[in-house]
């Protein structure tokens, strides 16, 4: 309770800060402010349009392009709205730029709420998971609750909702909920829950599509640990995915356009895709901390060298060399499933608990390796997608505290820029703070002898041996360019000076989180097989085996 009340606390101070274009203040000329005014708006389109038109009206002022479920909430909301605050405020057109601080207080409850009920209860799932991997039940405890508290205190993710404003914690929920269900036991029914829950975050958010490879080669090696029932279990996924994407966008197939009657249902389809997935944008938007914005500063400028034709291809097979190691490992996790009978011996279960664990993280490291993949390389990134790929990693503290800690920080630092547009600067200063705070709580809460943190001594940072002065090293950059800023002003003749700055060093310390996270699979894979040889040595009267 207090963690989620600490937890609370944080969002609602920070959503007493400015959002994304509020008062107008960075002269936008097509459309008033930002995503907070986008979401709004929103809610205007689907409380007065038909159903059919909402992918249709008024494309220019914040045309709806997120996919249905973000289309269906958004209209739950704006009769929240209508109702509870009043109608001037969802009224078509006439709302347009309204920032009453009853509206803007009700916009930030829809968050907190949704956040909550989606993102908190995803993240205490994940985080009692880990409670069954030890024999130290109440120091589990202890040690999930810190879990917990730094997973929901991540500065990245409350700056970007709660501040900035958006909805992105529910699809970051929906996705950790399907990841716990897929590695959950050897029943494969949990992957046919864990399915429709990221067939859900597929239809709110498009960027979850990041996660999608690792969790197909994940679910396809999940069909072939069982080849007599290979078929099937792969029918039966297909049904699941068909059914829940057809019962969203079935009413956007049967509503056409009410100026566009001729439209034919595949045209009706390929519209949504064509403002779900807006190529035409570019390579890049804004400075965001990946390969191509970083290979497009001077002397380099590799944007202005491709032909426009041809990013999308260089991209799309960057981002697929870069992704294709965690999905051939996600694969291989996936054959060699263990299940035992109701009675086994205290070794088996041992064995079949530890498999368990071993899904579930190399799971997460998949996702967020994946994730990263696609962040670093893929056409058409923003910089608020890098919570893609901290939403998973957050939940890894027992397997890497070090690069949880590193990659938080870095992921926040990165989204400086935007946040400084949003006027959010104090917000941001505050955050970091409190979040080291806690940081440096949870390192002087804990003893050698304590065991506080479960399986520590088995341990295995990337940042030891070679690699541990990496991270000293970003921290001092980190907070050498923030000061940098303060004291010296970019020269006119360079006034993106600083943004190129922080695209440049925040890509290179997501490359090495990209590495960290492959480095990972790496050495759960080889703890794969090591647990597969032992399996097999089992005596046959545990009724274990390899499935």
Not at 296 to 310: E, F, G, M, Q, V
Not at 322 to 340: K, N
Request: hydrophobic share 45%; aromatic share 14%; net charge neutral.
């Amino acid at each position: 309770i207090l963690v989620f009340a600490f937890a609370i606390c944080l969002r609602t101070l920070v959503g007493l800060q400015p959002h994304s274009g509020q008062d107008n203040f960075h002269g936008a000329t097509k459309a008033y402010g930002g995503d907070f005014e986008a979401q709004r708006h929103w809610m205007e389109i689907t409380m007065h349009v038909p159903i059919g038109d909402w992918y249709w009206y008024d494309l220019e002022y914040w045309g709806l392009d997120y996919p249905p479920i973000t289309a269906y909430v958004s209209y739950l909301c704006g009769l929240g709205s209508h109702h509870l605050v009043g109608p001037e405020t969802v009224a078509l057109e006439a709302s347009r730029g309204i920032e009453d601080r009853t509206h803007k207080a009700y916009m930030r409850a829809t968050v907190l709420v949704l956040d909550l009920l989606v993102y908190g209860s995803a993240v205490w799932l994940a985080c009692n998971r880990s409670k069954k991997f030890t024999n130290q039940p109440n120091k589990s405890d202890q040690f999930s609750l810190w879990m917990m508290l730094l997973a929901l205190s991540q500065p990245a993710i409350i700056l970007i909702d709660h501040g900035h404003f958006q909805y992105n914690t529910v699809a970051l929920g929906w996705s950790i909920t399907a990841f716990y269900f897929m590695t959950k036991g050897s029943d494969f029914f949990n992957c046919i829950i864990g399915s429709i829950f990221f067939c859900l975050a597929l239809n709110f958010k498009q960027m979850t599509l990041y996660y999608a490879p690792v969790v197909f080669a994940y679910l396809l090696g999940r069909c072939f640990s069982d080849r007599q029932r290979l078929v099937q279990r792969f029918v039966y996924l297909g049904i699941t995915v068909i059914i829940t994407f057809g019962l969203m966008w079935a009413p956007f197939f049967l509503n056409g356009p009410s100026n566009h009657e001729e439209v034919t249902i595949l045209g009706r389809g390929l519209q949504i895709l064509k403002r779900i997935f807006p190529f035409q944008r570019g390579l890049f938007e804004s400075k965001v901390a990946n390969l191509w914005c970083a290979l497009s500063t001077k002397p380099i400028s590799i944007r202005d060298h491709l032909p426009a034709d041809l990013q999308p291809i260089l991209a799309l097979g960057l981002t697929v060399v870069l992704m294709l190691p965690s999905c051939v490992a996600l694969f291989r996790v996936g054959t060699t499933t263990i299940a035992t009978s109701t009675k086994v011996h205290n070794d088996a279960n041992t064995n079949a608990n530890a498999n368990d664990d071993l899904h579930w993280k190399s799971m997460l490291w998949g996702a967020t390796s994946c994730s990263l993949s696609f962040f670093l390389a893929s056409f058409q990134v923003h910089e608020k997608s890098i919570l893609i790929a901290l939403a998973p990693a957050a939940l890894l503290l027992d397997s890497d505290e070090s690069f949880v800690q590193y990659f938080s920080i870095a992921c926040a630092w990165s989204l400086w820029p935007l946040l400084q547009v949003d006027q959010l600067d104090l917000a941001y200063t505050c955050m970091m703070i409190i979040f080291g705070c806690l940081l440096w709580l949870y390192h002087g809460n804990k003893k050698p002898t304590d065991g506080m943190t479960v399986d520590r001594k088995q341990q295995i940072s990337f940042f030891s041996s070679y690699f541990y002065p990496i991270p000293i090293l970003a921290y001092a950059g980190m907070m050498g360019l923030h000061v940098m800023q303060i004291i010296v002003s970019a020269p006119s003749n360079l006034p993106d000076l600083y943004p190129v700055l922080w695209s440049v060093a925040g890509c290179g310390m997501f490359l090495v989180a990209w590495a960290c996270s492959l480095w990972h699979l790496l050495v759960l894979d080889r703890s794969q097989t090591a647990l597969g040889q032992a399996a097999i040595a089992t005596p046959g009267g545990n009724k274990l085996k390899l499935k």
